[in-house]
């Protein structure tokens, strides 16, 4: 790309007849720069939040309603800013992003979650008073999305295969990760995947550490003993201040592969999780990736889940899997580190056979209760990612309400945030989880396995709902519990469809 700056800038008036207009003029801008497609599908987002933004909350009725956008570039960076002079905003007062109450999924906490959804995209996002002229939202993306004075792409700018030729014999040291070591895993990172791995953090070295420091995340590395790089990479993120934890973020250099290093830097953080207190860790293995699942079976993990869709069909793992026909399908798996204490499950009565068949597979001793509903109002979070086309309901309480407030939450997630997959989530301790389960598989919810939960120290039972088609021939599982667990899951959801249509 040449020195010169790309630079435009347009004023409209704030109506959503205009964002293709705007988003077309950020496209011509950010042209120069050769953008993958996904990266510009992201900024095209971030002007679709900040400009709906605009729309909706800057102007009181009857006042001049224009909307000023800037768009410039140059070799570093894209910085888009979008200017009104309609009602100030305090910043300091942005809505927090996170697990949201059904009941303030209005407009003003709506906002706040096209906020969260600019700030996932952009790497710096500003809000600028101008006085008399109003206010700016300025959202910055840097070119290379970790921007330290340092390379990751071929030092020559081509696109080399450097690791596709084994690295020499050698011994490799496998620890938890030293802040010096962060730039390694990115690299590391960046040489098997691209820039396509779904979780932003990794290619951030000062959020690996900042993680690491506040035990949020807990990363090991391997280290080749002849060169001193870090050549892999796997970590334990916890699940809030619960007992579990999710394994992930694995990643072995492909010069190095064949020599069991995924399997030893598994066999490290499973031997450090229970002396931070962790007593069952969680895998996501994608289902166009066998042999990922098979590495967590030797690993022991075992199968207790098929959530379908949960990754967007863009997603695209740079040498690791073709470009996929449809949203991405996970097998959800847990290894239970600590022998776990009998347990009492409240089971919707048809789907007992199938509970039991996971939890025995397990080795988890539960006995099963039914319990009386509860009464009074019910509690329930709803957590919305219109970057990946999903959202969450998470049942806390169940209440008499819980039936309809589950049917408001669907509504909003797929009119409101676009989802094409919804997924719910059910205490499996508490009564009432039978008329509230068969309440959601009238509404298109179906099976699809438990789960931890995001609320106890337990499992929760999982159902999801498809806003878009699957195909289950795509769906390629390693394990036989993990074959039976989508034979049931393909089998519901053909039942639940015939509920549909006989409403």
């Known amino acids: 790309m040449a020195n010169k700056k790309s630079f435009a800038e347009l004023t409209v008036q704030a109506d959503m007849r205009f964002l293709n207009l705007l988003q077309q003029l950020v496209a011509g801008v950010a042209a120069p720069a050769q953008l993958p497609e996904k990266q510009l599908k992201e900024l095209e987002v971030a002007v679709k939040e900040a400009f709906t933004n605009c729309v909706e909350h800057a102007y009181e009725p009857g006042q001049a309603d224009l909307v000023f956008l800037t768009a410039e570039l140059d070799r570093e960076k894209m910085v888009i800013s979008l200017r009104d002079r309609g009602r100030p905003f305090d910043a300091s007062l942005e809505p927090a992003y996170g697990m949201l109450d059904t009941s303030a999924l209005d407009r003003e906490n709506m906002q706040g979650q096209g906020l969260h959804l600019i700030r ?68 590391c990172v960046f040489q098997t995947y691209g820039y396509t791995y779904p979780s932003p953090d990794i290619y951030y070295p000062q959020r690996i550490v900042e993680l690491n ?12 003993d002849l060169t001193g790089e870090v050549v892999g990479h796997c970590s334990l993120q916890r699940y809030g201040s619960g007992p579990f934890a999710e394994n992930g973020q694995g990643v072995v250099a492909h010069a190095h592969r064949g020599r069991a290093l995924a399997a030893r830097l598994i066999k490290l953080l499973d031997e450090e999780a229970p002396r931070v207190g962790l007593r069952c860790l969680v895998g996501h293995e994608v289902t166009n990736h066998p042999a990922m699942q098979i590495l967590t079976s030797r690993a022991g993990y075992k199968p207790c889940a098929i959530v379908l869709g949960s990754l967007p069909a863009t997603t695209n793992f740079k040498k690791m899997t073709e470009v996929l026909p449809q949203r991405e399908s996970c097998s959800v798996s847990l290894k239970i580190l600590v022998p776990p204490e009998p347990t009492v499950i ?100 179906f099976f699809v396995g438990l789960g931890p939960s995001s609320v106890t120290g337990g499992e929760s039972l999982y159902l999801q709902y498809l806003n878009t088609e699957i195909d289950f021939t795509h769906i390629q599982i390693a394990t036989s519990m993990g074959r039976e667990i989508l034979e049931y899951v393909a089998q519901e959801r053909q039942r639940v469809g015939t509920l549909e249509r006989h409403k």
């Not at 420091?213 to 590395?221: F, M, P, T």
């Not at 997959?421 to 009238?442: F, K, T």
């Open 346 to 445: 409240c089971a919707p009565s048809h789907h007992r056979n199938m509970l039991e068949r996971i939890y025995a597979s397990l080795e988890k001793p539960v006995t099963f209760q039914t319990l009386p509903s509860p009464s009074g109002a019910g509690e329930i979070a709803v957590e919305p990612n219109r970057l990946w086309g999903i959202g969450d309901i998470h049942v806390r309480r169940i209440g008499t309400d819980t039936p309809a407030d589950i049917r408001r939450c669907l509504r909003d997630l797929c009119e409101i945030s676009d989802a094409e997959v919804v997924y719910l989530e059910l205490p499996l301790d508490q009564g009432g989880i039978d008329d509230i389960c068969r309440s959601a598989e009238a509404d298109g919810f």
């Open 213 to 224: 420091n506040r035990g949020v995340l807990i990363s090991a590395v391997a280290v080749s």
């Open 120 to 187: 996932s995209i952009m790497d710096e996002v500003q809000w600028i008073c101008l006085g008399t002229e109003g206010k700016k939202l300025q959202m910055t993306r840097y070119l290379h999305r970790d921007h330290l004075d340092f390379e990751i792409e071929p030092r020559d700018g081509s696109a080399q295969e450097d690791d596709m030729h084994l690295a020499p014999p050698q011994t490799y040291t496998i620890r938890l990760l030293r802040p010096e070591d962060a730039i390694g895993v990115v690299r």
